[in-house]
């Protein structure tokens, strides 16, 4: 099985930091697909990826919006992502704030753990694209190969100071399926 991770906001959609109430995306209408992102997906599921998307919504507990707030976001995104030809195996996210020390908020490996039960993976073989150094950091603690895209909250900068590095860095999630599928290709 071919396997990929894939964080949301500032990888698929606009990054709700500094532009939306509270810094989260709290409705439909504050999601924003990223340029060729739809698209993006929708080429990894012709190139018969599981594509998983692991994502951090401490809004949720922090009181900015309910967890069937962010089913129905997640309900439409999946919706217009199929519309547009991608399919998304399964969505996962932690609703808990830093402070609830859960296992599961990245750069904690609970949401994949999740994600795979019952499932065989070889995560060495997996990638996980994001925008953070959490999601690098999650990433790393798993085994996978990251893709830190700069569509979202992070720049090439930011990474020095970084204690866990991406194993590349990418301009958005085009390029970096562009490249994935390429790798692919040159491996067959």
């Not at 959490?134 to 190969?145: Q, Y």
């Not at 909250?153 to 860095?169: A, F, L, Y």
């Amino acid at each position: 099985m071919k396997l990929i991770f894939i964080d949301r906001d500032g990888v698929i959609n606009k990054d709700p930091g500094g532009w939306t109430e509270h810094s989260y995306v709290t409705r439909w209408k504050d999601f924003h697909f990223l340029p060729g992102a739809k698209e993006s997906l929708a080429r990894l599921t012709k190139a018969k990826y599981e594509i998983i998307i692991i994502s951090n919504q401490a809004g949720v507990n922090k009181g900015h919006f309910s967890i069937d707030d962010l089913e129905l976001i997640n309900s439409n995104m999946m919706k217009s992502i199929k519309e547009a030809g991608g399919r998304i195996r399964s969505v996962h996210y932690c609703p808990h704030r830093t402070d609830e020390k859960c296992g599961c908020k990245k750069p904690d490996i609970g949401l994949f753990k999740k994600a795979t039960k019952g499932m065989v993976v070889d995560y060495g073989r997996t990638y996980f694209i994001g925008d953070g150094s959490m999601d690098v950091e999650a990433g790393r603690k798993i085994g996978c190969r990251t893709i830190l895209v700069l569509s979202g909250k992070s720049t090439e900068g930011d990474v020095d100071g970084w204690k866990h590095k991406p194993d590349h860095i990418m301009n958005d999630l085009k390029e970096a399926v562009d490249w994935i599928l390429e790798n692919e290709r040159r491996r067959r």
